[in-house]
């Protein structure tokens, strides 16, 4: 089982997953925790507040939420993630959970929590022969993920453009990126997981779960397919295998990238743009995907952004990737940036053919907004099923032009969706949104705590306004279906926010939200892991 991870190697921290004792269903009362019978017994370190590496891990990457824990424990093994529930739980402390760090919200660093069980040093990419899978633990960057996969076998996930997000809450809410209208969801393609879990009792088990129709643990592996980090236990690996792999190869595993993609980036300046262009664009865009986004289409090959900024900046985005290995790639890009920029300009940016996995570190590392750790940010989101509205469009406008209101770093960040994703039945997964043409980021950033309450206040009024007809928040199979628990946002769960009558719950999960809630019971009775938007045992 070939790990690629350069310190674990120089470590000589060996990590065999095959060893496990949760690996098959576990009937009965769940065996009390034993060290050693997990994969690999490496201990992490205990910072306390008297360490230097404190304040840097008691945020993380919104530094608007900050912790003052008692300590916070890396984990680098299951055995050590084992043994530290077993103590936090003992000394009935708080847990929080975390992995790369980049939760948008206060899950893992709010005051409340008394222990922070960071997994962010579980960093490994692997084959498992004994799975016919590969193996990515928690901390794993995305980036490390693509790079390890594809220059190892050739292989990839349809996972996110952000570089710095780690894999364990990324899998765990779903995961999706610029292949997904092409390949799916990331977790479409999710094999096994392994946890940790904790017992009313206080007993830690080390639990595989996979999706095979006879795994007594099944359903832990289907809530981890879109219920979203820090609500079962902690996870310590991720096995991903693609639901049509065939034979034994690795190589045939996992689904294969394009060998070269056409990228292009096209700037459209504010001063170009009045307000009837600017809805133009904006229609356009959404227009095209309603259109282009079946789950056979020949279009779901290509995918755009449209990153739609406030007027303090200096304009609009839009970036498209298109496989190009497939026949008429760059007709088919024409012909959908002629749809686009129609009656918005005549410019054209030229587009760059390159290697994937160099088009996808480029795209993954030139935000630097995005990839600024030192920001403190506020986050929302919805999918949209078909074209925005006029008065959505008014309300967006109104909200990106405002005089009074001046930071180049607010902005809604537009994701195609569909194709392949659409594929997918609505219960065979976790993430129930399977018919969406458009995922929205609602987003602004900002660095000084004082101004909180104004780029809160803009956003929410954004927010809200734009979903007006649906009671502030987008509403559920009609235009839009809810939102995305990648992207969580607190305001959802306050009803003098959240006007709509649907509880957050619903927004995030829709009809998954039950089967959630008895998955919850079964595996964490006492709630033991919780959060602001936790799922609560049935």
């Known amino acids: 089982m070939p790990i690629i991870?350069?310190?674990?190697?120089?470590?000589?921290?060996?990590?065999?997953?095959?060893?496990?004792?949760?690996?098959?269903?576990?009937?009965?009362?769940?065996?009390?925790?034993a060290a050693g019978t997990a994969s690999g017994s490496a201990t992490g370190a205990t910072v306390t507040p008297a360490d230097p590496r404190y304040p840097l891990?008691?945020?993380?990457?919104?530094?608007?939420?900050?912790?003052?824990?008692d300590y916070i424990k890396m984990i680098r093994s299951a055995a050590d993630a084992a043994s530290a529930v077993k103590a936090a739980f003992s000394a009935g402390k708080r847990v929080s959970v975390r992995s790369g760090g980049h939760c948008f919200t206060d899950f893992v660093c709010n005051p409340e929590v008394e222990v922070i069980l960071d997994c962010s040093e579980m960093t490994s990419v692997g084959y498992d022969e004994t799975k016919r899978a590969f193996f990515v633990e928690p901390g794993a960057r995305l980036l490390q993920v693509y790079e390890a996969l594809y220059?190892?076998?050739?292989?990839?996930?349809?996972?996110?453009?952000?570089?710095?997000?780690?894999?364990?809450?990324?899998?765990?809410?779903?995961?999706?990126?610029?292949?997904?209208?092409?390949?799916?969801?990331?977790?479409?393609?999710?094999?096994?997981?392994?946890?940790?879990?904790?017992?009313?009792?206080g007993t830690t088990r080390i639990v595989t779960a996979t999706?095979?129709?006879?795994?007594?643990?099944?359903?832990?592996?289907?809530?981890?397919?879109?219920?979203?980090?820090?609500n079962f236990g902690v996870v310590t690996r991720y096995w991903l295998r693609s639901p049509n792999a065939t034979g034994t190869a690795p190589e045939t595993q996992l689904v294969s990238p394009p060998s070269h993609v056409l990228t292009h980036i096209q700037s459209i300046p504010w001063s170009e743009l009045d307000e009837a262009k600017f809805k133009r664009l904006v229609k356009n865009f959404g227009a095209w995907f309603e259109a282009n986004s079946a789950p056979n289409s020949p279009y779901r090959y290509l995918s755009g952004i449209l990153n739609v900024y406030s007027t303090a900046a200096s304009g609009l985005n839009l970036v498209t990737q298109v496989d190009a290995d497939?026949?008429?790639?760059?007709?088919?890009?024409?012909?959908?940036?002629?749809?686009?920029?129609?009656?918005?300009?005549?410019?054209?940016?030229?587009a760059r053919k390159l290697p994937w996995l160099q088009a996808t570190q480029l795209l993954g590392t030139i935000n630097a907004t995005l990839n600024d750790p030192t920001l403190r940010g506020a986050h929302k989101s919805a999918y949209l099923r078909t074209n925005f509205t006029d008065a959505q469009l008014a309300a967006l406008y109104a909200s990106m032009s405002r005089p009074d209101y001046r930071n180049p770093r607010a902005m809604l960040v537009l994701f195609s969706f569909g194709?392949?994703?659409?594929?997918?039945?609505?219960?065979?997964?976790?993430?129930?949104?399977?018919?969406?043409?458009?995922k929205m980021l609602y987003q602004t950033l900002w660095t000084r705590s004082e101004e909180d309450a104004?780029?809160?206040?803009?956003?929410?009024?954004?927010?809200?306004?734009?979903h007006a007809a649906t009671g502030g928040v987008p509403g559920l199979d009609g235009q839009t279906d809810g939102c995305y628990i990648n992207y969580p946002?607190?305001?959802?769960?306050?009803?003098?926010?959240?006007?709509?009558?649907?509880?957050?719950?619903?927004?995030?999960?829709?009809?998954?939200?039950?089967?959630?809630?008895?998955i919850k019971k079964k595996y964490d009775p006492s709630n033991y892991f919780r959060h602001s938007m936790s799922i609560k045992p049935a």
């Not at 088919?332 to 686009?340: E, G, N, S």
């Not at 607190?490 to 959630?516: C, E, F, H, V």
């Open 5 to 33: 991870n350069r310190r674990r190697l120089i470590q000589g921290a060996a990590a065999s997953v095959t060893a496990l004792a949760g690996g098959t269903a576990l009937p009965g009362p769940a065996p009390a925790f």
């Open 419 to 438: 194709g392949q994703v659409n594929a997918v039945s609505p219960d065979a997964t976790a993430v129930p949104q399977r018919s969406s043409v458009i």
């Open 57 to 69: 891990l008691t945020t993380g990457n919104n530094q608007r939420f900050v912790a003052a824990p």
């Open 151 to 201: 220059k190892g076998w050739g292989v990839t996930l349809p996972g996110g453009v952000c570089y710095g997000v780690g894999a364990g809450g990324h899998i765990a809410g779903g995961g999706y990126g610029l292949l997904s209208r092409r390949n799916g969801l990331v977790a479409d393609h999710l094999y096994a997981v392994e946890v940790v879990t904790v017992d009313a009792a």
């Open 454 to 466: 104004t780029h809160l206040a803009w956003l929410r009024d954004l927010y809200g306004n734009v």
């Open 326 to 350: 497939i026949p008429g790639a760059q007709q088919l890009l024409d012909d959908y940036l002629k749809a686009v920029l129609d009656g918005v300009t005549t410019t054209r940016a030229p």
């Open 489 to 518: 946002d607190t305001d959802m769960a306050d009803p003098s926010i959240n006007t709509s009558g649907i509880p957050w719950q619903t927004l995030y999960y829709k009809g998954s939200y039950a089967r959630l809630q008895r």
């Open 211 to 230: 999706r095979e129709a006879d795994d007594a643990n099944r359903d832990l592996w289907w809530a981890h397919t879109g219920g979203g980090g820090g």
